[in-house]
C-alpha cells in the first residue's frame, strides 16, 4: 500500500506535461499555410506589375511630350524672325506692283534686268520660308470673310457682292505649321445682298436619322 501511494503523484505530475504538450501539425493546416502565401505571393506581384506598366506609360506620355515640344521649338522657334522677314518680301511685292506692264515694256534692258532680279529674289525668299514651314495664303474675291484667317481693314460698298465678303486683297497672309503668322488684310463688301449662312456639317450617322 505504501507503494501504490507513492506512484500515484508521479503519474500525478506526468499529466500536465502530457496535456501541455504542442498538437503535430496536419496536412491541412500546412496547406493553408502554402495558400495564404502563394495568395499574398500573387497579390504583391500584381501590384508590382501594376506599378511597373504605370511607370512605362508615364515614360511614354513624357517622351511623347518632349517629342512635340522639341518639333514645335524647331517649326515655331523663328517665329519672329519669319514675320520681320514678311516685311521685306511685302515690299519687295509692293516695289514690282508700282510698276505696271506699260513701264516694263518701255524700260529699257538694265531696268528690265533689275526687275527680273527683284522678282527671283522674291521668288527665292517665297521658297526659304516655305522650306522652314511659312506657307503664304491669299484669299479670293467673293470669299467668306473668316475671322481666323482675315484682318477687316475697311468696309467697301458693292452692291453686286454679298455683304460680309471679301472684297478686296490688300495683303497676303502667311501661315506657319498650324498657326496664324499673319492674317491676310482684305476689305470687306457691304451694301449687297445678304450672305446665305453657312451650311452645317452633314451628319453621317444614319442612327440619328428620323
Known sequence: MTDSNTRRPQHAAAEPETQGAA????PETE???IAALVETLARENAESKDRVLRTLAEM?????????EVADSRLYGITTFARDI?????SME?????????????ANAGVKALLDGVELTERELI??????GVKRFEPQKGDRFDP???????????PSQPAGTVAQIVQPGYMIGER???PALVAVAKGGPKLAPAEAPANDNPASNP
Do not use: C, F, I, S
Not at 498538437?23 to 496536419?26: I, K, L, N, V
Not at 521658297?127 to 522652314?132: D, I, T
Not at 481666323?148 to 458693292?158: G, R, V
Open 127 to 132: 521658297k526659304v520660308l516655305e522650306k522652314h
Open 180 to 182: 496664324m503668322l499673319r
Open 148 to 158: 481666323n484667317l482675315h484682318q477687316a481693314m475697311y468696309e467697301l460698298p458693292d
Open 60 to 68: 511614354e506620355n513624357l517622351r511623347r511630350r518632349t517629342d512635340r
Open 31 to 33: 496547406e493553408g499555410k
Open 94 to 106: 509692293r516695289a514690282l506692283a508700282a510698276l505696271d506692264a506699260e513701264l516694263r515694256d518701255t
Open 23 to 26: 498538437a503535430p501539425a496536419t
Open 86 to 90: 514678311l516685311a521685306v518680301a511685302d
